[in-house]
Each structure stands twice: as C-alpha cells, then as structure tokens.
C-alpha cells in the first residue's frame, strides 16, 4: 500500500516573491514603476533585510496597492527552491506589509530596502 504523509521540517526562508496585478492602472503605481512589467508587478524580496532584488540604485518608491485576494506569494529557500506558495490569496502580512489583508504597502528606499518591512517576518500563514 502506499500513501503520501506530511513530514515536518525546518528550513530556511530566504527570499518571497511578491506577484500582483495592477487593478486600477496609474492610480496604483505608475507605468514607469520599477518591476513593472503591463499589469503586473513582480519582486523578489529578501525576507531578512527587505531588499528588492533588481531595484534601481538610487530610486526610491512607494507602493500603496488594493490587491484584495489577487495575489500570489511564493516562499523560497537559500538555494532557490520553492518552499510554499499563495496562488490569488490574501496577502500575508506576517511578512509583507499592508492593512486588512487586502493592502499592500511598501515604501522603498535608493538601496531597494523595504523600509517598513517587518523587524521579525512571519510566514505561519503559508503553513495552516
């Protein structure tokens, strides 16, 4: 007989990857965004530090997004691979920052850091 059981491991998070659409164009983040590719804005952030992987040196930005339960969070370890993922899930705001679960809010600074990201992140949310 075979069956599939769940076995409990510790790993390193290293890196989530932040994928949400643009719902209301301009009014959300402005075409010329960094990591804005047409409706979509994809980063890679370090969840130790908060730094953006491929931000412009030197850009700052600010990023206040409705994203509802669009969004897809995707969890990865030191070597890249994929530990967990959210696919059109509330944002986790054990980790990432906004209000309600439905916002997300980032203000970046010229060295790609998320200044308001959270001192201790917090991914039980992937994991219930």
């Excluded at 890679?44 to 990023?63: L, N, S, Y």
Aim: charged share 30%; proline share 5%; with cysteine.
């Amino acid at each position: 007989m075979k069956t599939k059981i769940k076995i409990e491991q510790e790993v390193e998070i290293k890196t989530i990857r932040i994928e949400v659409a643009v719902r209301y164009e301009e009014d959300d983040i402005p075409n010329s965004f960094p990591l804005r590719q047409g409706d979509m804005w994809r980063a890679d952030v370090d969840v130790d530090t908060g730094r953006i992987t491929g931000w412009p040196a030197g850009q700052t930005g600010e990023m206040h997004m409705k994203v509802c339960d669009e969004g897809t969070y995707t969890l990865f370890d030191q070597h890249g691979n994929q530990i967990a993922k959210h696919e059109n899930d509330y944002v986790p705001h054990g980790i990432v920052p906004g209000i309600y679960g439905d916002y997300i809010e980032l203000k970046i600074n010229a060295d790609g850091i998320i200044t308001n990201w959270p001192k201790k992140p917090n991914a039980d949310d992937f994991f219930v």
